[in-house]
């Protein structure tokens, strides 16, 4: 506790640092990563929808891959019905996984199979078991990853695809590896894809682009589950109000033609 | 007492009730009746717009309050949740998010609007001056709710913003712990936050309601800046001006959905989906786009001015930009209202308007950012080398030899100068060789530096010279005569072209 709370002043006191810094001195702006390439995604547009079988395929890369050090959070695995899963199938994912509950009558937690109803299971139990298993950095979660960066779907994509040895000259730290999308060049997440990393079920052959572009159509979705009604909601309020101005604005024009204004 | 006095309206309950309290005879007198300039153009729909976000604002608040937690452990997942589990609550925050963004866009326009018609003149002054009161209730409501969802950059705007009020000699630490509850942003802070947030916006519907009275009072103003003279000049506001602001207000609700529905984030900053993190600062802080004028100008001031440091001048010159629109009545000393009859005015509020989106585009900049492609310069010259060192510059890459060794270090060839006694008049024996390169050109600070003087030169020595040294046009007598009139509205006043409007 009063670690936390020394740390806490510490970034307090560091908060006035910053607004100094930015009154005074440049941000790293050189170090904010190469520009990723713009892909067409099936998820934009105004009427984009979510790709259902490529975000299927995601989930299992997620499951396969990513899950061992990236939570998911804000996901419920009842959630998994808007990409096309049935009931059965849900309860099956989600009892490969345990959850602790309780306490039960006797005052005890116990340990059960997660229900549909229970939100994503996380790879560790905490923040600090996260860093502490993966050489201090915390895997982020994954759940509003696309939302989180100004580059979107494009920059996930960069980043999964992006791996690559380091420029002539450009010495990698211990326990970092090099990727030129991310912000300084050094990402502590080792490559995560490799060619036929997982077994599509469809038959879909697993490269690593299209492993990347199913896991990102996935996240797409666990950053957006509302984007199909908002846009659907959206088109017909639209088109209402463009009516609705249009009468109104032809009812001000009646309304005023014998007024000399 | 007076509206007392009136002949109660309607009949049956409405009648029974008029009389007891003078509602309906409130509204038909103020709403209905009530005579309008005939002559206003489509930014005089800007009140109604007002208005109706300030109620949008509130309705969406209250039931996003509903699900909302105000606390550090909860903030970030209980705002995700009425995302994705409460019924149309991604309706509800988007809404109440981009109302935020549109809200200000409508303000903005409302006061450019008032500036360019001259609309905060006698007998408008304290009209305006409850305006800009409400603008700063707007500005603390809208940085507070942006502090409630918890993520990246409500944590670090809010810790770099109150942590601006430390700049104040002697009480400043003490205000910065009041408004954090403790001695860094966290819990206490995000829960009184939450409270004021929920408050001030009623405080701002008191001072609409104050608004809107000494607007009744004076009337309103009008594309011509002359009174009306009499009932030719004017029409009741209903039907009239409820059908025109219905109009307008549809369609900027319509540009508002679309922004909602189809691109809800497109004001918001991205790194706000991440949660506050308070050990890691984010490559940049910036606030929302509707505080970056003011941010602009809180950053260009990084010098010291006599004994005022950077810092606490930087925080005056912010403040004192929008106080400043406290006393904009007694700076324009120009009696003519509408920029239409002032020839010289008309040019400096477009500049001005220009300066005041510079600001803005400043404001989002990193300050030592180039503007455009920098000149390398490559300096060889020994003594020059010394000054720009010494000067503190940043090199690309800097080497030279001291004592036949090479040196990289700007720090370590800085300290053996000083230990020599060196400086850029006298090289000392044992530094030989050298070549510094950097670079040099307009960058986004010096910008800022001219875009905030620029705001406070329009203001303070622009706008009471133009009042003395500007010949306005002739005025119309009235506002029928150019409607009705056409061309004979100047030859009749020119005779007195001083004519108060």
Redesign the interface.
């Known amino acids: 506790m009063g670690i936390v709370s020394n740390?806490?002043?510490a970034?307090?006191a560091?908060?006035?640092a910053?607004?100094?810094a930015?009154?005074?001195?440049?941000?790293?702006?050189a170090?904010?990563g190469k520009h990723p390439e713009k892909l067409d995604w099936q998820f934009e547009g105004?009427f984009g929808t979510v790709d259902v079988h490529s975000a299927q395929r995601g989930l299992q890369v997620y499951l396969e891959v990513c899950s061992g050090c990236h939570s998911l959070?804000?996901v419920a695995y009842r959630?998994l019905h808007a990409l096309g899963f049935t009931e059965p199938e849900i309860k099956a994912i989600a009892a490969n996984f345990d959850v602790i509950d309780g306490p039960d009558s006797e005052g005890e937690m116990f340990e059960r199979a997660a229900i549909p109803s229970d939100k994503f299971v996380s790879p560790f139990p905490n923040e600090e078991a996260a860093a502490a298993a993966n050489n201090g950095a915390n895997p982020?979660?994954l759940?509003?990853q696309v939302?989180?960066?100004?580059g979107?779907a494009n920059y996930i994509h960069a980043l999964l695809t992006g791996y690559a040895d380091a420029p002539e000259g450009v010495e990698v730290p211990e326990g970092s590896n090099y990727n030129a999308f991310f912000?300084g060049g050094f990402i502590a997440m080792p490559p995560p894809l490799f060619e036929d990393g997982v077994e599509y079920s469809d038959g879909t052959a697993a490269t690593v682009e299209q492993m990347a572009t199913d896991v990102v159509n996935f996240m797409q979705w666990t950053?957006e589950?509302?984007m199909e009604q908002?846009?659907k909601?959206?088109?017909k309020?639209?088109i209402f109000?463009?009516i609705?101005?249009a009468l109104?604005?032809a009812?001000?024009r009646k309304?005023?033609a014998n007024?000399?204004? | 007492m007076s509206a007392g006095n009136q002949q109660p309206i309607g009949n049956g309950l409405v009648k029974w009730i008029d009389t007891r309290l003078p509602v309906f005879s409130y509204l038909q007198k103020e709403y209905a009746e009530f005579q309008s300039p005939k002559n206003f153009n489509w930014f005089w729909n800007f009140g109604a717009i007002l208005t109706f976000m300030l109620v949008l604002m509130m309705i969406t608040g209250i039931f996003l309050a509903m699900q909302y937690q105000p606390n550090t452990e909860l903030a970030f997942d209980s705002v995700e949740r009425i995302m994705r589990d409460v019924n149309f609550g991604w309706l509800l925050r988007y809404m109440h998010a981009n109302g935020g963004t549109f809200f200000f866009i409508a303000v903005y326009i409302h006061m450019f609007r008032g500036m360019y018609y001259g609309s905060y003149k006698n007998p408008r002054e304290l009209l305006w001056i409850l305006g800009v009161v409400i603008l700063v209730l707007m500005m603390a409501t809208a940085f507070m709710g942006y502090v409630l969802p918890w993520g990246q950059m409500s944590f670090w705007g809010a810790t770099v913003i109150t942590n601006l009020f430390s700049a104040i000699p002697l009480v400043g630490d003490s205000i910065v712990t009041l408004l954090w509850g403790g001695f860094s942003v966290d819990n206490a802070t995000l829960n009184r936050f939450f409270a004021l947030h929920y408050l001030l916006p009623f405080l701002i519907f008191g001072v609409v309601i104050l608004h809107v009275i000494s607007l009744h009072v004076s009337g309103s103003n009008n594309p011509l800046g002359v009174d009306p003279k009499g009932p030719q000049d004017t029409v009741s506001f209903h039907p009239y001006y409820t059908m025109k602001d219905s109009a307008g207000l549809a369609i900027f609700v319509t540009i508002f959905a679309f922004f909602v529905f189809f691109a809800p984030n497109f004001f918001g900053e991205p790194e706000n989906y991440l949660p506050a993190a308070p050990l890691n600062t984010p490559a940049h802080i910036v606030p929302e786009w509707y505080f970056l004028p003011f941010f602009a100008i809180l950053r260009s001031i990084n010098f010291d001015i006599w004994f005022i440091e950077a810092k606490l001048g930087g925080v005056i010159a912010m403040f004192g930009a929008i106080f400043v629109l406290f006393i904009l009545p007694w700076l324009d000393k120009s009696p003519v209202r509408s920029a239409k009859f002032r020839p010289m005015y008309k040019w400096f509020f477009w500049i001005f308007l220009l300066d005041c989106l510079l600001l803005g585009w400043v404001g989002g900049k990193s300050p030592d950012d180039f503007v455009m492609k920098p000149t390398v310069v490559v300096e060889a010259e020994l003594d020059e080398i010394i000054e720009e060192a010494q000067d503190g510059r940043s090199f690309t890459s800097f080497k030279v030899v001291l004592d036949g060794k090479e040196v990289t270090s700007v720090g370590e060839f800085k300290k053996f100068i000083e230990e020599k006694g060196g400086d850029d008049d006298e090289v000392p024996a044992g530094f030989t060789e050298g070549e510094a390169v950097y670079e040099t050109g307009l960058r986004v600070i010096h910008l800022g530096y001219l875009s905030t003087f620029w705001y406070f030169f329009h203001f303070i020595i622009l706008l009471p010279l133009l009042g003395v040294f500007e010949r306005p046009k002739p005025l119309p007598k009235s506002i029928s005569e150019p409607v009705l009139g056409g061309g004979t509205a100047g030859a009749s006043a020119t005779a007195k072209p001083m004519e108060k409007a």
């Open positions: 740390l806490r002043r970034a307090a560091t908060g006035l910053a607004a100094v930015m009154v005074s001195t440049a941000a790293l702006a170090g904010d105004l959070k804000q959630n982020p979660d759940s509003l939302k989180a960066h100004p979107g912000r950053a589950p509302e908002r846009k909601t959206g088109f309020v639209v109000l463009i609705l101005s109104l604005y009812g001000k309304l005023w007024i000399d204004h």
